[in-house]
């Protein structure tokens, strides 16, 4: 897939013509990937390229920076995933405050009639555009009459009643059900970071961890201990994940932790993905190291039997298993 910066360096011998899917595409989730399977399957028909215009952070950063969500997926992740579902070019634009004054006959005119020359524009139901959101799904149809491209809106995915959105994934993770976020996205909810040194108060009590550095600007799920897996040197082990502050030793930052089951080495340097199976309990202060110990094997034995019987463990879709 080829990635450029700007819809402006695509040039006519690249692209003469193309089949656009526009969005955030943050999580890039069930909901997302029907868009990209209607831009791909288009774009066959037309014999022409698909493309994808996103942008490299969420334009809340720029238009409402207070209310920017945290993010499901970095932009590495994110690319690999639209990879994946088949689209041959992405255009990782910078939204920021000439795009957002724009209005959205201009976005049209400038982005998708002069820069990539859409013959069809593919988007979701909700999606928005242009100064204040003032264009939708409606508002594309009817500039895509005047400029001479065609328009196709993908309707919801609901799953278990729900319509998928990346908000609704988040609020799933708030709630710490990892189970229903990674049903939404269709692929298991993870996470990825470095790992770096902590204070080896895990060693100490029998059950030596490792810690993830992992970005703030991704979404974490909600502060507990989580069933989970993990991928090294090819191979999957399970995991106990315990995310929050470590409240036994007086911790105040939150942390990504992981006990490996199994496994014995030195990681330290590493990127690592976790990926996560079900929450077992929250996280609680313990009057003792010795009585966190015991609470950890408690929760060792009941993240196998809860690993052993899910058949969740499975590659992410275009995403690297061990992240390296």
Known sequence: MRVFPEASGIHLSDMPKSVVALGTFDGVHLGHREVL????????????????????????????????????????????????????????????????????????????????????????????????????????????????????VSKPVVVGGTVVSSTRIRTALAKGDVEAASEMLGRQFSIKGKIVRGHSRGKTLGYPTVNLDVSREITLPQRGVYASYVCVEGRMFKAVTNVGTRPTFQGEAMTVETYIIGFEGDLYGETLRVLFAKRLRDEIRFESGEALAYQISQDVERAKAVLDRWNGCEKPQGVSEDAS
């Open 37 to 152: 399977r209607r831009c791909v399957s288009r774009a066959k028909q037309e014999n022409v390229p698909s493309v994808v215009f996103t942008f490299h952070k969420h334009p809340l950063e720029v238009i409402r920076p207070q209310f920017a969500p945290e993010l499901l997926t970095d932009l590495e992740d994110k690319l690999a995933l639209i990879q994946d579902a088949g689209i041959e070019n992405t255009v990782i634009a910078r939204f920021d405050d000439e795009m957002a004054r724009a209005t959205p006959e201009e976005f049209v005119r400038e982005i998708l009639v002069d820069s990539l020359r859409a013959k069809w524009v593919v988007v979701g139901f909700n999606y928005t555009f242009g100064w204040k959101a003032e264009g939708n799904a409606k508002s594309l149809k009817d500039l895509g009459e005047k400029y001479g491209f065609g328009v196709e």
